[in-house]
T-cell receptor, first 115, second 113 residues
Framework: GAGVSQSPSNKVTEKGKDVELRCDPI?????LYWYRQSLGQGLEFLIY????????KSGLPSDRFSAERTGGSVSTLTIQRTQQEDSAVYLC?????????????FGPGTRLTVL | DQQVKQNSPSLSVQEGRISILNCDYT??????FLWYKKYPAEGPTFLIS?????DKNEDGRFTVFLNKSAKHLSLHIVPSQPGDSAVYFC????????????FGKGTLLTVNP
């Protein structure tokens, strides 16, 4: 596939459960980003991976959120003990750092609903 | 505290007319600005960008203007088409080694036939 893919597209879970969201970036892209968009809000930065460097976790809202990127490619965002305020669309993006104008290519997102 | 603000949640224009979407920012360290377009149930797609060393960038029907002294940028779409109906996000980057984007809340543009 040519674009960023994310799975699942929709996830409904009960409060207190753990969820895992997956992102497959564009092949060859060295940087990977996670954002989330809550209802009526703009996209909020969560975490940034670049090559083998330590990730920038400055946007993670709490220690219930974590992410990893294995082999410099696929990334998983994990939310433990989900809360209703975690309900949002979680978007993944990738690019080549130093490429054209910081343009980031986004996936379609995972819509998470916490009941 | 919002560093990128899009004060108009929605805008409605007639087909063929100009659409002007506005964006203000507060962080003077931002050195790159981008506009993204988003359709429902899809991820944002890149539209056009501008570096802080420029005041205008044009790509077909889309032009972005940057006024650094006012910390204001705008996206002009001429002529507007019904297919342009979408949410438009303004985003800014601080450059350097951290490429994370700071987004506004978006403006829903509706182009009426």
């Amino acid at each position: 596939g040519a674009g960023v893919s994310q799975s699942p597209s929709n996830k409904v879970t009960e409060k207190g459960k753990d969820v895992e969201l997956r992102c497959d970036p564009i092949s060859g892209h060295t940087a990977l980003y996670w954002y989330r968009q809550s209802l009526g809000q703009g996209l909020e930065f969560l975490i940034y991976f670049q090559g083998n460097s330590a990730p920038d976790k400055s946007g993670l809202p709490s220690d219930r959120f974590s992410a990893e990127r294995t082999g410099g490619s696929v990334s998983t965002l994990t939310i433990q003990r989900t809360q209703q305020e975690d309900s949002a669309v979680y978007l993944c993006a990738s690019n080549i750092v130093g490429g054209s104008y910081n343009e980031q290519f986004f996936g379609p997102g995972t819509r998470l609903t916490v009941l | 505290d919002q560093q990128v603000k899009q004060n108009s949640p929605s805008l409605s224009v007639q087909e063929g007319r100009i659409s002007i979407l506005n964006c203000d920012y507060t962080n003077s360290m931002f050195d790159y600005f981008l506009w993204y377009k988003k359709y429902p149930a899809e991820g944002p797609t890149f539209l056009i960008s501008i570096s802080s060393i420029k005041d205008k960038n044009e790509d077909g029907r889309f032009t972005v203007f940057l006024n650094k002294s006012a910390k204001h940028l705008s996206l002009h779409i001429v002529p507007s088409q019904p297919g342009d109906s979408a949410v438009y996000f303004c985003a800014a980057s601080g450059g350097g080694s951290n490429y994370k984007l700071t987004f506004g809340k978006g403006t829903l543009l509706t182009v009426n036939p």
